[in-house]
């Protein structure tokens, strides 16, 4: 079996970290983010895996390389114009044509069976197999519907604001609506619903054309953890949240200095950082090379070199620094 991750977006809400990576390129606690959906794919024997590129794709290769030392076949399909979730497999179609394969965005980080996941969709000879999970926390994630056989009926809208209450039903109940996790395991018949050649999103495009044909368009709900980085927020929230298990509050890449009576928490550090004397860090991101000056007070805020900006999309400039807010 083979798989494709989606790794060609321009992270845009991931902005400053994204100026010169791409977003599964981003550190995850010291490795980058895209290396766990590789893992996670081997983990299930699918070792045959194309990743989509388009912004900065070198920081991509440059984490990968050819794959073997994940254990792995790592092919690469760079798109001069980014194509959409399902437009990047139109250009690659002929390598999936021969069997069911998986298709997953390369911005998350979860535990969640997939072996259970194609098992049920080749049970079922279904066209796709989305995996879902509940939306308890009510988060801005499309809601997908799907009835009583399992089979999806439509993608909606978000959630309403109740979603997010602690008082929030059982799993049928519309304040805990489900959501897509970007993990799918598809036929090769997907490709009749595919246009060729251009841009396409699956769940634009693709599904709701499947759907009018009648075909098994099925859900697969599991509640294994799944983090998803597309936000500076998120990224902050999964990275202290796996590194408090390990009893820190704090990531801190290689070659960091951290002054005396400096003090840092609740942060992200990433390589060669230097904190001065008497600065404090506080739920911040702090990017490659980043030297916060004595005193300084850092709070809720992403941090990198300014050399590395090439447009200011946000924030402000400060010394050597942008400062853009989580």
């Not at 388009?54 to 114009?81: K, M, T, W």
């Amino acid at each position: 079996m083979k798989a494709m991750i989606l790794a060609a977006g321009f992270g845009t809400r991931l902005w400053p970290l994204t100026e010169d990576r791409t977003k599964p390129a981003i550190p995850f606690l010291n490795r980058p983010l895209i290396s766990y959906s590789v893992e996670y794919l081997a983990s299930f024997g699918i070792r045959d895996i194309i990743v989509n590129l388009h912004h900065q794709p070198d920081s991509i290769r440059l984490a990968l390389g050819d794959g073997s030392g994940l254990g792995v076949r790592l092919r690469y399909s760079l798109e001069d114009e980014i194509l959409g979730t399902s437009g990047a497999m139109d250009r690659v179609r002929d390598s999936l044509m021969d069997d069911d394969f998986v298709v997953m965005n390369g911005k998350i980080v979860t535990d969640i069976d997939l072996g259970a996941a194609i098992s049920k969709h080749r049970e079922r000879d279904a066209l796709a197999t989305l995996v879902l999970r509940e939306n308890s926390a009510g988060e801005r994630f499309s809601i997908v519907e799907v009835d009583g056989r399992g089979r999806i009926e439509r993608f909606a809208g978000f959630p309403a604001p109740e979603a997010a209450s602690p008082k929030a039903g059982p799993a049928d109940d519309p304040a805990r609506p489900l959501m897509f996790t970007g993990i799918q395991v598809l036929s090769p018949r997907i490709f009749d619903y595919i246009p060729r050649d251009r841009f396409s999103h699956s769940t634009v495009d693709v599904y709701p054309k499947a759907l009018e044909a009648g075909e098994a368009v099925m859900a697969h709900v599991d509640g294994g953890y799944w983090y998803e980085m597309s936000t500076l927020g998120r990224y902050l929230e999964a990275s202290l949240l796996f590194s408090r298990k390990n009893g820190e509050s704090l990531v801190r890449g290689s070659d960091c200095r951290i002054a005396e009576g400096a003090e840092v928490k609740d942060s992200i550090l990433w390589n060669r950082v230097v904190i001065e004397r008497g600065a404090r860090v506080d739920r911040a991101i702090i990017g490659d090379g980043v030297r916060i000056p004595a005193g300084a007070r850092i709070e809720g805020t992403v941090v990198v070199r300014r050399d590395v900006i090439t447009e200011m999309e946000r924030g402000e400039v400060a010394g050597d620094n942008v400062i853009v807010p989580l």
